[in-house]
């Protein structure tokens, strides 16, 4: 099976560098994947992405040096499982607040006797290999996503369920939960402190973890604290702050 | 019938600020038209957008504040009358060498007694207004991109082509008509005299002259020159320059 | 952010008027749009209408008179989160039965405290302006749909729950529960008694009330009686009704 | 070969009924298949309606009792041809002006030895059946557009071409070539007075003859002169007067 | 009502023949339609299909032979509810463990007073008849799959749920679950002994059985124990088998 | 620049064993591009395929070791630009009937001082490398079809037109052209003759020679004789004789 990029870079103790798509484009995707991000995440939960485009922009992905990973739009088995059948290889599951959610989340995407994922990999096995079948429960990364107040409450019980890879950071959704403004980056006291100790627990239960951030200076300072996967910013925000860059120098002429 | 962007700007002598779409995709293209341009061109020639495409464009544009400029594929009947018919108030089309090539381009896109365009505004009527039928001749813009040697030598000619609004100049192509390296910026200097050459005339014939452009510097001394219409970056250009930045802070550390 | 043309409306007494989108495409929603409706319901329940051609939808309706409403699949988080993300001001969620229905339903469309959406409105921030995220709470309009016998049941359990703004009635399902044939119009006598009721039992609850017309007569009659919202045939109904009188003219010949 | 039902009704003395499809959509398409009309043109000069809107609307009208026609974009032979391909028994030519172009258009639609058309009937083949390569000549039925002054000119050297079938006439575009009002039914007398004439000569060349309509009334007078094809309205338009009825009848309360 | 392929077939004691479609594309689902399959099933589990290319497929196989069968996503109400509104008249639903899950099944794919579905046949009514709201319910067929240990220890309480039509056997699923090599043809023997179990069993319920192939031989052999619905292949794989043959013959040269 | 692989092929004595697309789905595509087929022909002049289509296709091919060639839908400036544009290295253009039109087609596809190919190669540029500018003239291949007796009275004046890469046999629209049945391996003996004149024109006028065929043994005697490039069967002729096989296994029981 094709090597998974996640595991390479963290076998080499490396962080990925993700980039994160909000528009729902092959083309722009396939521009991306061009860049020099390692990874870059197709959002199918916020962004405007739906099962179709989630297809042509993992097809346009397929022959770039990132490695395509998936938010799916919630913790459902039929998306779960199409996502991995289109050939995901890694993917970011939303508002995993109990032990019961991670374990129907580490069910839905691993096959039997682990767990209980329906058999028919029609784009991966194609993309992936003829061992798909065999390789895949060891290949797939699953990151769950630790974003509200009962999540922080029912951490432990969520990062040791057996199977689950990593866990992912919203600091905006965590932030309302905590009654705190949504942002990514500054965000405040009681945020940093719960992003700091999801990392510790994280940490403690061998299991990576992952963070949503707005700005480089931020990641690379998460990455210095341990994080192991950050995501910088998105395709449209890039769009925004490009554009309102040259817009800005020309009509200061 | 609904202002023209251009003719607004273009009466109070100001240039007009465009941005440049090669995504094949509205949510880009609304992304896009929120961050300040003045116009953004959809490029059918060398972009990946058909028609499909053009009309999700056109309408994601429609709610915003840039006015929707389309370069059409080539200099054909079908295409140009479509283009209109879609709704674009302006058009910018490739390769117009000879006068009669700028004759057709006026033709095309101007009902009778001025041309021979063929009735039936599908879209355009409705988003436009009831006047459309009168008031369209006068409404649109027409640009004719000088870009060969070919033009070069019959740049009067053309230029005198009554109905024709305005030239626009691709450095990249110009370039190598005239054997030089294809760049939008940094040209040659055959190539900046050529330009300097063709604002000249077209300022001699009282018609607008836009360029391309890829930095806002350039882009500002050509205003200065008395450019009226300024294209710089691209979406596309701008995904790379930001994910490059970010990418290169983040390897950086 | 953008005005909520409901709210508008019934801040001065006025029903809306809506019109009804079963065909999945923007351009025929692009022309409902500029017709004098008051809003267009998108139906992503039975309509043929997914998530890709709802972007297209929203933002052809986005430059047009007419406010977006969106009928949702199903009373399920993932959908209910992206439509509101992709920029819907309002919507209408079938099903719902019971006063546990009505809590997920609000909870699901409104950030906390007040319920638990997760944040990142992608297309909702970019046109609805930058206090989305304070503001939608107040300004977005949920409608549940009393359409069954249990719902019937628990009516007050329902309109009581806080943060729900409307219910929506469907004659037809509401028809079949109650064991009458599935109209919208001439309805049976146990269902006309059940919509008399289910809108007094609204206004007790001071929240306001719609329900699903086929004939203009039948609509104004309803808004006689306090309906605040009424829906008049679709865009499938009207190609339907406007060319069977087009060919029985013909073939009358 | 299927049955060309224009080839039938016309055999019976019978003028064809027909609709007009603007919306680039499927299922609208599907919906007017379904109400009585003998045909419906799927229009890709002045409609929304490209080359993969156009395959999914014959796909959904196969199985009505409607024959699609097809308005091809102009007079090129790439998508008269692609339009026979995908499956159209019958197309209708814009802007058909001389004796060549009507000798093109027979060329580009026939098979050797009677015209070029080169050979590779994709889907015609697989849904009109095995004998397509030998039937299709004689099957297919081809429309030419008398639309300008110009074609008034050369219309006994257009009319006399061996292989077509009929004209066509656009009252919109004739007007304004004649330098009058562009409408389809209350047409100025110069205009009417042309349409008779293009009438007389289709007869008197033993061609058929098909014009556009607004309302049933001018359809109904213009089959009592002789026509054998009318076209009335089109689904946008039926949408347009269906919604603006009912919001009148609703907004009138 | 349209009549139900699969109905009439087994009133005639005959088995059907079924393709398998995992291509999200209409042309190919037409193409596929004219070979002599009897029923031919749009597969939105494992496959790339998502609604917007059901629709199509829906759409394209309506002109042939082949009636459509859907294989939903999972079991949710708002997937079953929208195949069947879009005409699907028969469908798979994956994973029926419990009889809990199959009365589910039942409630959501029929009106009351048999189950719950809501009521909007947009595409369904059109395409099957004015009858449709009454017919409906006993014209439309559903399959409970069969493929795990569980839905093999529930197999009697499933089976004679009142509604339930038939059943279908995914052996790879099912072998998985019995800690087997997931395969479709030479299954292990415990497998086989399941599936003779549940055929023997559904025929005990009087209710019809199917079973998923990859050879025809086993197909056959599998009609001649009783199966009453049998898929071989599918359209990747045939588009796999047949390259291969033909580039295996060509690099024997 | 990315290795064009029918140049590194020939440079090797190899012929190329090409399969051929007209099934408009990157999927179909995808599985295909991973069976052994040196190249694939997307063809846009007699199959389904669109610009969308197209874009989705090459993307699909991209990560597959089957390279991509396209052949357009006629010999005309816009498309076939678009088509280099968008990332082809070999293309196939229809119709070449005279050495003007040889010309044509050479100063479409390259640049300057060669051809006058307008610059802007928005995803070749990204796709096949930084120095596509200077390499593109040299890199992409370009076949003119010769398909009619005009073409073969021309055949040495089109086969010296500099920068002419291949000649390409349409055996069909030869056959048409010569007054044969149009099929492509059992031609009837003027067409067999046509071909091997053909084919010694081109390698007296040392170009490659590739040809269509239908059968693998039709197909290697050609490669026998000297053919360069080989065509067998299609997607749809692939899915229709797979299909037919099964169902006559399965209707034979």
């Given at each position: 099976?094709?090597?998974?990029?996640?595991?390479?870079?963290?076998?080499?103790?490396?962080?990925?560098i993700n980039g994160w798509?909000a528009?729902?484009?092959?083309?722009?995707?396939?521009?991306?994947?061009?860049?020099?991000?390692?990874?870059?995440t197709?959002d199918?939960?916020h962004?405007?992405?739906?099962?179709?485009?989630?297809?042509?922009?993992?097809?346009?992905?397929?022959?770039?040096?990132?490695?395509?990973?998936?938010?799916?739009?919630?913790?459902?088995?039929?998306?779960?499982?199409?996502?991995?059948?289109?050939?995901?290889?890694?993917?970011?599951?939303?508002?995993?607040?109990?032990?019961?959610?991670?374990?129907?989340?580490?069910?839905?995407?691993?096959?039997?006797?682990?767990?209980?994922?329906?058999?028919?990999?029609?784009?991966?096995?194609?993309?992936?290999?003829?061992?798909?079948?065999?390789?895949?429960?060891?290949?797939?990364?699953?990151?769950?996503?630790?974003?509200?107040?009962?999540?922080?409450?029912?951490?432990?019980?969520?990062?040791?369920?057996?199977?689950?890879?990593?866990?992912?950071i919203g600091p905006s959704d965590l932030s309302?939960?905590?009654?705190?403004t949504p942002v990514f980056d500054d965000v405040?006291?009681?945020v940093a402190?719960?992003i700091?100790?999801?990392?510790?627990?994280?940490?403690?239960?061998?299991?990576?973890?992952g963070v949503h951030n707005g700005r480089t200076d931020v990641a690379r300072a998460r990455i210095?604290?341990?994080f192991?996967?950050v995501t910088i910013s998105s395709d449209a925000r890039i769009l925004i702050a490009?554009?309102q860059?040259?817009?800005?120098?020309?009509?200061?002429?």
């Amino acid at each position: 099976m094709r090597e998974n990029k996640l595991r390479t870079l963290w076998s080499q103790n490396k962080p990925a560098i993700n980039g994160w798509l909000a528009v729902p484009n092959g083309f722009s995707a396939e521009v991306m994947g061009h860049q020099g991000w390692d990874t870059l995440t197709i959002d199918m939960q916020h962004g405007l992405i739906d099962e179709g485009a989630l297809l042509t922009m993992l097809q346009a992905l397929q022959s770039t040096p990132a490695m395509p990973v998936v938010r799916a739009p919630w913790l459902d088995p039929a998306p779960l499982m199409k996502i991995l059948d289109a050939g995901a290889q890694a993917l970011i599951c939303p508002m995993v607040n109990t032990r019961e959610d991670a374990q129907r989340l580490v069910a839905y995407t691993h096959y039997a006797p682990r767990g209980g994922r329906s058999f028919g990999p029609v784009r991966a096995g194609l993309v992936h290999g003829a061992d798909y079948a065999t390789a895949a429960n060891d290949n797939v990364v699953v990151f769950a996503m630790i974003e509200t107040a009962q999540a922080l409450d029912n951490l432990d019980a969520i990062c040791s369920v057996e199977g689950l890879d990593a866990v992912y950071i919203g600091p905006s959704d965590l932030s309302l939960s905590l009654g705190c403004t949504p942002v990514f980056d500054d965000v405040d006291p009681p945020v940093a402190q719960a992003i700091d100790h999801i990392l510790a627990r994280a940490k403690a239960h061998d299991i990576k973890a992952g963070v949503h951030n707005g700005r480089t200076d931020v990641a690379r300072a998460r990455i210095a604290k341990g994080f192991d996967f950050v995501t910088i910013s998105s395709d449209a925000r890039i769009l925004i702050a490009g554009s309102q860059q040259i817009v800005k120098e020309m009509k200061a002429s």
